[in-house]
T-cell receptor, first 114, second 104 residues
Framework: DTEVTQTPKHLVMGMTNKKSLKCEQHMGHRAMYWYKQKAKKPPELMFVYSYEKLSINESVPSRFSPECPNSSLLNLHLHALQPEDSALYLC?????????????FGSGTQLSVL | QQPVQSPQAVILREGEDAVINCSSSKALYSVHWYRQKHGEAPVFLMILLKGGEQKGHEKISASFNEKKQQSSLYLTASQLSYSGTYFCGKGMRFGAGTRLTVKP
């Protein structure tokens, strides 16, 4: 199994809602990532978990809250988002967190904030 | 900290060749290349780990000049399936991307 599975594929939420994005991988990878991608832009790193511990937070606003319950799962909890947070949210995983690690991406969650 | 890519966009006819460049103002010890087709996730193409190293994926190859802190991606005899946005990566961070369109 070489897949990274993200759910839901699409999400529409209001600015007062609370929602969660889910990411799962069964490749035994120990590093997992959240990226935000706006149209015609590159994926922008948000968070990195290594061995289930948060290792990188790219100064992301606190309305985004990551969680790594176990080595296969990664969640992104969303609360009080703004319309400018509308984007494609990509999850990725890799064997480790080194600079030479190959990233496997999920197909993403397209988020719209109204 | 992100690498710089050029050109921003390329339009080709099937069978034509293209080169995409990636450079960094800081030390570049390895370079990753990914392709993202419209509406899909980025897919890993190759990683170059040593200066001068060249690798290939289908008819796509890449070189890495560690001293010049740059890498180039070569697309030879392009096919329609090569269309997409190509990103070079420095670890987990990506350049702005090069949008490649191959027309019949």
């Amino acid at each position: 199994d070489t897949e990274v599975t993200q759910t839901p594929k699409h999400l529409v939420m209001g600015m007062t809602n609370k929602k969660s994005l889910k990411c799962e991988q069964h490749m035994g990878h120990r590093a997992m990532y959240w990226y935000k991608q706006k149209a015609k832009k590159p994926p922008e790193l948000m968070f990195v978990y290594s061995y289930e511990k948060l290792s990188i937070n790219e100064s992301v606003p606190s309305r985004f809250s990551p969680e790594c319950p176990n080595s296969s799962l990664l969640n992104l909890h969303l609360h009080a988002l703004q319309p400018e947070d509308s984007a494609l949210y990509l999850c990725a995983s890799s064997q480790g967190q080194g600079l030479n690690e190959k990233l496997f991406f999920g197909s993403g969650t397209q988020l719209s904030v109204l | 900290q992100q690498p710089v890519q050029s050109p921003q966009a390329v339009i080709l006819r099937e069978g034509e060749d293209a080169v995409i460049n990636c450079s960094s103002s800081k030390a570049l010890y390895s370079v990753h290349w990914y392709r993202q087709k419209h509406g899909e996730a980025p897919v890993f193409l190759m990683i170059l780990l040593k200066g001068g190293e060249q690798k290939g994926h289908e008819k796509i190859s890449a070189s890495f000049n560690e001293k010049k802190q740059q890498s180039s991606l070569y697309l030879t005899a392009s096919q329609l399936s090569y269309s997409g946005t190509y990103f070079c990566g420095k670890g987990m961070r990506f350049g702005a991307g090069t949008r490649l369109t191959v027309k019949p």
